[in-house]
Every structure is written in structure tokens, then in C-alpha cells.
């Protein structure tokens, strides 16, 4: 075939793409175009000789036979809808909220002996005025005292608190540690401040260390369910290579 009929041929290869065919100098035939569009979401999606995802959709989806995108879709549908059901049975979510700053110092200094007995020591007329004042509602400028212990440098600094929110006393100090949102959790990260403060181990009171173990078992809860997971993605990819490699049928498919 000389030059000008391969150049020929080419072009009439290129028109006829144009309608989804082919053109060979012995033949014309369809050309398979490897983007197809979901029916449902209009998603395009990229799919190789043998039928299966490559490009398109979420990385777990990749290897999986696009006539099994439906079935694999409804099984992790309902997968996650049965895990959601656990999690909330075995792990019922609660507020986590001490009702006021006093009310959670009192539940401070229960869970640590150590500290009421610091507190006890260094406690004086300025500690006195500072909880009149929050008992009532911190109506006016907040009471001040003379600044001599340099140990609560520490806790001023890492909350940015200068001038009149200063904290000038240790009973100032523990309010100032627990987290203004009210929030258990937060205290996790508040409290090693006060530790380094007073040189004290510290531990948190049973509703935050409650909230602290809830954490970490649903967060082991949630990574057992990642591999749930996969597991469903995993099997479908396995039963992809089954049929395409012709040792299975779908309904033979181990998911």
C-alpha cells in the first residue's frame, strides 16, 4: 500500500469514528469506546477490554466488572447501614458536657487527692474572692491579686491569658484548664499544662476518662469496619479475575 492510500484509508478511518466505526483497507468494524456514562448518576466511567472500572469512580472500584457496579454498590450500602446500627447500639453517643466550671473542678479535685491537697496548701484570701465572683456570675471586673507564684507562667502562656485574665491564683489555674465549651473531651489536652504547673500526675475524672475509652472503641470499631470493607470491595475484584478469566461464573462469585 503506497503512502497516499495508507493516507487515505486513515481518513476514512477518522470520518467513520466520528459515528463509532472503524475503517481498515479490508474492512470496516465497530470500534469500542472504553468510556461509558452511568445510567443513574451520569457519571462517566473508564473501562478496559475485559469490562472492568479503571478510571472514573473512587480507587476502591477500580478492577471491578461494571455489570457488577450495581450489585457491589448495594452490598456496601448495606454493610455501612448494618455497622452504623452497631456503632450506635454497642457505643450510644453522649453529650460529654460538665454543667458549669465549678461543678467540674469539684470533679477535678475528687479524681485527684494530690491536687486538693496542693490546692488546700497555697489557697488564701485572693482564691476566696475569685470564687465569690464566679459564683456570682462574674458580674464586674474579675478580682486581682498580687502576681508572686512564677509556676503559673506556664498555664498563662499556653492559653494567651494577659492582663485582667491572667490567672493569679491556683483555684484561677484549674478553671482556667478546664475548656470553656464545656466539652469532657477536651480536657485530655488541657490538663498535662497543669500538670507541668503544680508537678503533679494528674488523672482525668471518671466522665472524661469514660469519654476518653468510648474514643478509642469506636475508633478501633471503625477501622474493623474500614476492613469490612475492602473485604466487599476485595471480593468483588476477585470475582472480576474469575470471569474474565473464565473459571467462574457470576452467580459462582465469592461475594
Known sequence: MTSGQKQAAWGLAATLAAFGLGAWPFGVFPIRNPWVTLRRTRQRVFIDDGGRIEKGLPKRY?????????????????????????????????????????????????????????????????????????????????????????????????????????????????????????????????????????GLSLELPPAAARLQTSRGDRERYAAGAEDELDDVYGRAREAAVMQTGGEGELEEAPF
Open 62 to 198: 477500580r478492577g471491578i466488572l461494571l455489570r457488577d457496579l450495581s450489585k457491589v454498590s448495594r452490598q456496601v450500602t448495606k454493610t455501612k447501614r448494618r455497622q452504623r446500627r452497631e456503632l450506635a447500639k454497642l457505643f450510644p453517643r453522649s453529650r460529654g458536657k460538665f454543667r458549669n466550671k465549678e461543678a467540674a473542678a469539684r470533679e477535678l479535685l475528687a479524681a485527684n487527692p494530690q491536687l486538693r491537697e496542693f490546692l488546700d496548701a497555697h489557697f488564701g484570701r485572693d482564691d476566696e474572692r475569685y470564687l465569690k465572683w464566679m459564683r456570682n456570675g462574674r458580674r464586674g471586673p474579675k478580682p486581682t491579686g498580687p502576681y508572686a507564684d512564677g509556676r503559673l507562667d506556664g498555664i498563662n502562656y499556653t492559653w494567651d491569658l494577659h492582663g485582667a485574665r491572667a490567672a493569679n491564683t491556683w483555684t484561677e489555674a484549674i478553671y482556667a484548664t478546664l475548656p470553656s465549651s464545656g466539652r469532657w473531651e477536651e480536657l485530655e489536652e488541657r490538663l498535662p499544662v497543669l500538670e507541668e504547673a503544680t
